[in-house]
């Protein structure tokens, strides 16, 4: 029988662990923890995250902040905000949304933010330190696969965990943190040249599917009692919603759920993780600012 990782219950429960904390805090009389974003251009996807980010801060209890910068944002311009943001001593932690507009080079912007405010855990020393195993910020998606995993209690010591996807978002860290001490599985990182990726999956007792195609995994390529973890998010026409449209994610999910032992939903699996480890992030940079 399929069991269900539900992101959306745990991901109510641990931002209700974080409001009482920020509860306790407030009422010392300590100033709430405050994250930041920023967002160039008009990206409807990048807007409803940003939107979603700033709500689930406020529901918490932190202080939020977004900026909102035109299409038109030169790079200098970008750069003289995140100098400012990494100068506030007011704000504990800030993201630059994903992706920014062409003429933006986003290494460029991303080598600028504090490594100190990265809470997406995207800066050079983030991610090297995560390498390392050293104390970081780690990336909130695959932050919130291992919170997943662990807060089930999904035993992944010695499995082969197969990772579709090598973007540096959610793939390649994702497989390192698998990889490492605590989690301890066997790792396999597929992507657009792998050859008999078909093979590499069936092979799979854990699979993370960040491909970013809608409905690529079909249950031909899952090994029976296999964990299956669905990182996509993709919009699509459905005119019985309200909304004209519906989430699906990277995961055939009708197909597949039947032969897993463990599968994340779409909507309401990784997605609520994501922010979550967001706010665990900023609430992380605060403490380390309040000490300081
Ligand atoms: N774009 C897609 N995912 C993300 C994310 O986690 N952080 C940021 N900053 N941009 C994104």
Redesign the pocket.
Known sequence: MVQILDGKAMALQIKDEIANEVRSLTQAGHRAPHLAAVIVGEDGA?KT?VANKEKSSREVGFTSSVYRMPESTTEAQLLETIAFLNNDPDIDGY????PLPKHINEQTIINSISPDKDV?GFTPINIGRMVLGEDCFV???PMGICTLLKRYGIETAGKHCVVLGRSN?VGTPAANLLSRKGFDCTVTICHSKTQNLKEMCRQADILVVAIGKPEFVTADIVKPGAVVIDVGIHRVEDASKKNGYRVIGDVKHDEVDAQCSWVTPVPGGVGPL?IVSLLENTLKAYRKHESR
Request: aromatic residues 8%; glycine residues 0%; without cysteine.
């Open positions: 990048s995250y993201i630059v949304q994903l997406d990336p909130a998606t978002i994501t």
